[in-house]
C-alpha cells in the first residue's frame, strides 16, 4: 500500500538540508499552510479497469515489467501505456486469467 508520507516528516531533515530549493520551498508551504501534499499520478487506469498489485507483487512480476526502469529515474514517467493489450499479452504468456471480468467488473 504506498502513500505520500505528512509533509511533517519532511520537515526534520529540510529545515536544514537544502532548504532553499525550489522543490523543498513547495513542502515547506505545505508544511506551513497545513495542507497535505497531493498525490499527481504518473500511472492510472481508467475507472472501468481493475486492478491490484498483491497477486502480481506474490507471483514475483518484477516492478519494472510494468513501471520501466524506474530506479534510474530521477523524476518517474510513463514508459508505457498500460494498454488492454499489454495487460492481456503477459496474462496468456503465464497463464493468468484473461476472462474479460478478471480486469472489469
Ligand atoms: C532523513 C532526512 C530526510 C527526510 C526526512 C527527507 N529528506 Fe528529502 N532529502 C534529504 C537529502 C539528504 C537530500 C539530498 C540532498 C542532496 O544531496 O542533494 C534530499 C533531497 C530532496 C529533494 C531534492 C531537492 C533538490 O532540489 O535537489 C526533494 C524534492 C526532497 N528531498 C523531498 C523530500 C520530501 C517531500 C520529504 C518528506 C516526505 C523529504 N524529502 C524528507 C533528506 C531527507
Ligand atoms: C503487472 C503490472 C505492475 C507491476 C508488476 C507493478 N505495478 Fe505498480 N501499478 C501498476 C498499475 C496498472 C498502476 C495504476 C493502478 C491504478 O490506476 O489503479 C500502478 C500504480 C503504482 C503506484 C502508484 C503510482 C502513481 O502514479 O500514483 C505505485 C507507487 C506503484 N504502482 C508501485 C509499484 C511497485 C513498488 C511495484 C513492485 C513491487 C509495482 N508497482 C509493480 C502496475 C504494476
Ligand atoms: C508482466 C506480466 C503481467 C502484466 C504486464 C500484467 N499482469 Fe496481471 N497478472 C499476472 C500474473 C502472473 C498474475 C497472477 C495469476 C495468479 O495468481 O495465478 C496476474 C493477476 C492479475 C489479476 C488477478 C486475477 C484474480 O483472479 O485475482 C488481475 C485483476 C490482473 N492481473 C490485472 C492486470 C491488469 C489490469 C494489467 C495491466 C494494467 C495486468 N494485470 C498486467 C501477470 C501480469
Ligand atoms: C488483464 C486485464 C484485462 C482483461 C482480461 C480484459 N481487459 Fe479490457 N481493458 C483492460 C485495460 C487495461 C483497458 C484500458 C485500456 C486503455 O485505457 O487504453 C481495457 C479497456 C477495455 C475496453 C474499453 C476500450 C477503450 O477504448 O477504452 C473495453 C470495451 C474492454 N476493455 C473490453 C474487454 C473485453 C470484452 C474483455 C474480454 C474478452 C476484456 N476487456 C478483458 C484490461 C483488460
Known amino acids: 500500500m504506498a502513500s505520500i508520507p505528512s509533509a511533517d516528516r519532511c520537515v526534520y ?4 538540508i537544502k532548504a532553499d530549493a525550489p522543490e ?8 506551513n499552510g497545513d495542507k497535505p501534499i497531493e498525490w499527481v499520478k504518473v500511472f492510472d487506469l481508467p475507472d472501468h479497469v481493475w486492478f491490484n498489485h498483491k497477486r502480481h507483487i506474490a507471483k514475483d512480476v518484477p ?5 520501466g526502469p524506474v530506479e ?3 523524476v518517474v ?3 508505457n501505456e498500460f494498454s488492454m493489450g499489454f495487460c492481456l499479452a503477459c496474462h496468456q ?5 484473461t476472462d474479460c471480468w478478471t480486469c472489469h467488473t
Open 77 to 79: 514517467s510513463r514508459t
Open 93 to 97: 504468456e503465464n497463464e493468468a486469467p
Open 13 to 16: 531533515c529540510h529545515d536544514y
Open 72 to 74: 534510474t529515474m530521477d
Open 63 to 67: 516492478c519494472q515489467k510494468c513501471h
Open 24 to 31: 523543498i520551498v513547495k513542502v515547506m508551504d505545505h508544511y
